[in-house]
């Protein structure tokens, strides 16, 4: 018997997400994608592949020590700071990691998030620490909530804050480039992910996001869950997909429907986590952005 098990949960165009849909695949006028051509699939690197399998044991062997303190929120620290030593290092160097709370021109603003990928070209505001911001949410391209143990309480906690996250405004354009792909499009949500070291079942996962979709119609969904040498769970990308290098394909994203892909991954979760995280963000950056909604001369003393 197979120890790799894949599923698809296809859910009906709920609001917030119907929207973001239209947004890319009917305002034509500011959507642009240049050249592109169709060819094979690239091959999975099956070194880099073996590499990921060594950091997930190390992960988990680094998660066990950090139980040892006896500390939930000193544990829950250390895992956090495990997950931001294993990112940053391969993060392209534009980006970098941080904590804290992000906030819009409108006074809105998400709940503390554990770790934060910016956009190093955007400014903070400092909170007299190294790692902790408050962070305008025009510089952020994706945040990731850190779990212990992603228990059926705590994924329903955090999709609501995942929805507070995704629902901030943000002005400018969204700009991808990969390979010959070259495409623009109106602003998008923040991306949002969850790693979990350990967890409940891809079936129970499906079970809260489909409920939670039945009691919150203009929901949003996490872009990708990780369980570490369990599962992903991957929802349908609203950019289109771009594959491979000189030989690049593109697919264009599904309208009228958000899907969820779940896959049981005893010894690749951590990979394929990276790998549409990194496909995720890497291209994307905001364009065409201003930041005058954060201050009103007429509102100062």
């Known amino acids: 018997m ?6 698809s949960l296809t859910f009906g165009c709920f609001g917030a997400q119907l929207m973001e ?18 060819f094979e699939k690239p091959q999975m690197s099956t070194i880099v592949k073996m590499q990921f399998r060594r950091l997930a044991e190390g992960l988990k062997a680094q998660y066990s020590i950090a139980g040892g303190t006896g500390h939930a929120s000193t544990t ?15 993060l392209p160097s534009s980006l970098a990691i941080r904590s804290g709370v992000i906030v819009d021109a409108d006074d809105l603003r998400s709940r503390q998030q554990d ?3 910016i956009d190093k070209d955007f ?16 510089s952020v391209l994706a945040t990731i909530e850190v779990k212990s143990n992603l228990t059926g309480e705590e994924l329903t906690k955090t999709l ?3 929805n507070l996250t995704k629902n901030l405004t943000r002005s400018g354009e969204l700009q991808y480039k990969k390979s010959g792909a070259h495409i623009r499009t109106p602003m998008l949500p923040i991306n949002a992910y969850v790693f979990a070291y350990e967890g409940i079942s891809t079936e129970a996962i499906g079970r809260i ?4 979709a039945d009691a919150n119609p203009k929901c949003h969904f996490p872009d990708a869950i990780c369980v570490l040498g369990q599962s992903v769970s991957q929802r349908s990308q609203f950019m289109p997909v771009v594959k491979g290098g000189k030989n690049s394909t593109a697919t264009m994203p599904p309208v009228g429907y958000v899907q969820v892909k779940h896959q049981e991954l005893v010894k690749d979760a951590l990979y394929v986590f990276y790998t549409r995280f990194l496909d995720d963000i890497q291209p994307l950056r905001v364009v065409n952005y201003h930041l005058d909604g954060y201050y009103n001369e007429d509102d100062v003393e």
Do not use: C, N
Request: net charge positive; glycine share 4%; aromatic share 4%.
């Open 76 to 90: 829950g620290s250390v895992r956090e700071m495990l997950v931001k030593q294993f990112l940053q290092p391969h």
């Open 21 to 38: 849909l239209r947004a890319v695949s009917s305002d034509l006028d500011r959507l642009t994608v240049r050249s592109f051509r169709r």
């Open 209 to 212: 996001l489909s409920g939670y």
């Open 115 to 117: 770790l934060i990928i």
């Open 160 to 162: 609501d804050s995942i």
């Open 2 to 7: 197979s120890m790799r098990k894949s599923q």
């Open 123 to 138: 400014p903070l505001i400092s909170i007299g620490s190294d790692d902790a911001a408050l962070i305008v949410a025009e």
